[in-house]
């Protein structure tokens, strides 16, 4: 059987005219051999077909699949067996389309609404159907007991009759006919029986009594299915995002998104839709994703009003410590509050004073890389997180975490597990069953969550009762004598502890772990910064947060690695303020959420030149001529405005330090050169981080 005849239903050529052919007044017909098939055979097959699409027919409800497998098999046979008269079924497949605009309306013949009611007006009878593409029928009836009814009733059973008559014998060979002559049908109370055709007509020929159970179901399903409608419709047609591009699927519900999402795929997917519809998408009923600049300007920097974050599920979920929020989802006041109580810690003055931090925790990941490199290729994605998190450690709660020396320990594994987390987080604050989320969400997920926080408050505690604690983030956030500043409450320093550790030490590891690759996939970019860092600095000791600052190319290497590999991938909702905003010049009702999307920003062609490459040169200065029109400011990895990362100067302090480092003491490759690192990660909000294995080669020993 060839390919064309296996996608038409797997006929055999020598079935196709098999057993009887019965029309309408008539008696049994013995068809033609396939070698001689009329003109008249496939017209009538296509008329019969076509009366049972009429309005109200029993079959008017068939999905648009079904008929396009119809057509396409209609016209294929027919081909087939010499008739080259396709006018006749040509116009039989208009029928049937004219059939479902008038049953459902535009909008739902393209939404393939099924099931939905067969006739929702009638006051006769309500009825439920779904036709599969076997032809079988499934559904159960309601209908009300009038004389004027049964006129209705006999056609629908006479058209019935016709169809399966038709469509089973012909399209079928004898053992498949014999299965598929039994309809399927479910009735009101639930249970499931097989019917053939003569069974279903004694029930419509009887149909179910008019008592009030049987009505108020029937009621019920067209209330719910009516509702329903004038949702999707609305959305569609009438909702104030409705001129705005997008998937219509996407416009009528936010479950595709909530799916893509818990999929780790959403920000891919969104990436898609931006090169397919353009700057601005709608990827949900009531929200907008952005990738300008002057996006990013209005919806994060702009003041008075600003656009408050949107803590509804579609974001950041608001977990929260005796009902204080973390730093990253307080409201405009709280958070204000709270910065002004943290600014010591990320100052000028702080930063030059944790260097020591972050040159020991660097140094020790050199020593051990020496050594891990002669056994193989090491997975840097590790590596790279076990520095970060030793680091803000020491910088959270003065002591050193141990992971280097460690890699076993359980709070590395809570903390990189809280990514997965965060969506069940969304769909919890989303849908509404915040308070039964222990009992919705995966147990490692809730777990997870709460082993974060008890290890946070642990090392919390002990901090606090250090007699001698060096310089570290607490000791500038507790000895704040600004009196225009509120202490804070224990709480809320376990809630500033653990944003610290998920924040530091996640953006800075994504940041070096996405340079690396992307150096090692541009060998003569990672070239070029080997020898500026080589000839930069005689010896590992003279490599300095100063001295790093002033290489040029390796600024211009995370600028562009954190272009393409933002910390946060995705989007930070916000809502519109007020009654509405303009934003690109288009007015947006206040209420609706609004994001910029981090990936599809910074890798738009609309932005940037060659914006899917790997080009530190761009963010030189001055930059090559042509990537001097790159829109540079749309890529905020860092975000901007009043809610900006806090810890950005931090993070750059540190990647700049270990990949310096990393530079001058090793010679790098991938171990698997084909690997696409990249675009096999999920993302959680943050990148779901696979492991990149790099053979390490180091200069000295």
Request: one cysteine or more; proline letters at 6%.
């Amino acid at each position: 059987m060839s390919n064309e005849e296996e996608n038409l239903g797997g006929l055999e050529s020598d079935q196709f005219f098999r057993g009887n052919y019965r029309r309408k007044g008539h008696g049994p017909q013995r068809h033609q051999p396939m070698d001689m098939a009329s003109d008249d055979v496939i017209t009538d097959i296509a008329k019969t077909i076509g009366d049972c699409f009429q309005p109200k027919g029993p079959l008017s409800i068939i999905p648009e699949a079904a008929i396009q497998q119809k057509i396409k098999s209609l016209t294929y046979w027919g081909q087939r067996f010499g008739l080259t008269d396709g006018e006749k079924i040509e116009l039989h497949e208009e029928q049937w389309r004219l059939s479902m605009r008038q049953s459902y309306g535009r909008a739902a013949q393209r939404l393939n609404l099924v099931p939905l009611l067969v006739a929702i007006t009638s006051l006769d009878y309500l009825s439920l159907c779904h036709v599969d593409n076997t032809f079988g029928l499934r559904g159960y009836y309601n209908f009300e007991q009038r004389s004027r009814s049964h006129i209705r009733i006999e056609r629908a059973q006479d058209n019935l009759n016709l169809a399966f008559d038709h469509i089973v014998k012909i399209y079928s060979d004898e053992e498949r006919m014999r299965k598929k002559a039994a309809m399927r049908v479910r009735s009101r109370e639930g249970s499931q029986q097989h019917l053939n055709a003569d069974k279903l007509q004694e029930l419509l020929a009887n149909p179910p009594p008019l008592t009030f159970p049987n009505v108020l179901k029937g009621v019920g399903f067209a209330l719910v299915a009516y509702v329903i409608l004038v949702r999707i419709i609305y959305n569609l047609y009438f909702h104030p995002l409705r001129n705005y591009p997008g998937p219509k699927l996407w416009a009528i519900s936010r479950v595709p998104w909530h799916y893509t999402n818990l999929k780790g795929r959403i920000t891919w997917r969104i990436r898609e839709l931006h090169d397919q519809y353009g700057p601005v998408v709608r990827i949900a009923p009531d929200e907008l994703s952005y990738t300008t600049s002057t996006a990013w300007k209005k919806i994060y920097g702009q003041r008075k009003p600003e656009f408050p974050k949107a803590l509804d599920g579609r974001g950041i979920a608001p977990p929260s410590i005796g009902g204080r929020k973390s730093l990253m989802t307080e409201t405009q006041e709280q958070h204000l509050r709270l910065r002004r109580a943290i600014n010591p810690a990320f100052s000028e003055k702080a930063l030059r004073e944790q260097e020591h931090y972050l040159q020991s925790h660097s140094t020790n990941l050199i020593k051990i890389l020496k050594e891990k490199s002669s056994q193989g290729p090491v997975d840097m994605t590790t590596w790279y997180n076990l520095v970060a998190f030793d680091i803000v450690s020491d910088l959270a709660f003065g002591e050193p975490a141990g992971f280097l020396d460690n890699a076993d320990q359980p709070w590395i594994q809570v903390i990189l597990q809280r990514a997965k987390a965060i969506v069940w987080f969304q769909l919890a604050v989303w849908y509404g069953f915040f308070p039964l989320l222990n009992l919705l969400t995966p147990r490692y997920v809730t777990e997870s969550r709460k082993n974060h926080i008890a290890l946070t408050e642990a090392k919390l505690e002990r901090r606090m009762k250090a007699e001698n604690p060096g310089k570290d983030f607490m000791s500038f956030i507790l000895e704040n004598d600004n009196e225009a500043v509120e202490k804070l409450s224990k709480v809320e320093l376990v809630m500033l502890a653990s944003n610290f550790i998920v924040a530091g030490s996640g953006t800075s590891a994504g940041g070096m772990s996405g340079l690396t690759y992307l150096l090692l996939r541009s060998p003569e970019k990672l070239e070029k910064l080997k020898k500026e860092i080589r000839e930069k600095f005689a010896s590992s000791d003279d490599i300095s947060m100063q001295g790093t600052a002033q290489c040029k190319y390796l600024n211009a290497c995370l600028d562009e690695g954190m272009r393409m590999y933002p910390p946060t991938p995705g989007s930070l909702p916000r809502f519109v303020p007020g009654k509405g905003e303009i934003i690109d010049g288009k007015w947006v009702k206040g209420g609706m959420g609004v994001a910029v999307n981090q990936l599809s920003a910074g890798t738009s062609e609309l932005n940037f030149h060659k914006a899917r490459e790997f080009h530190p040169e761009r963010y030189l200065d001055p930059p090559p001529p042509e990537f001097a029109n790159d829109d540079k400011a749309a890529a905020q990895p860092f975000s901007m405005g009043q809610r900006v990362c806090i810890g950005r100067a931090m993070a750059y302090a540190e990647m700049r330090l270990t990949m310096a480092k990393m530079m001058w003491h090793f010679d790098l490759e991938l171990a698997e050169p084909e690997l696409d690192w990249w675009n096999k990660q999920g993302t959680y909000l943050v990148w779901e981080k696979v492991p990149l294995m790099i053979q390490l080669r180091p200069r000295f020993k």
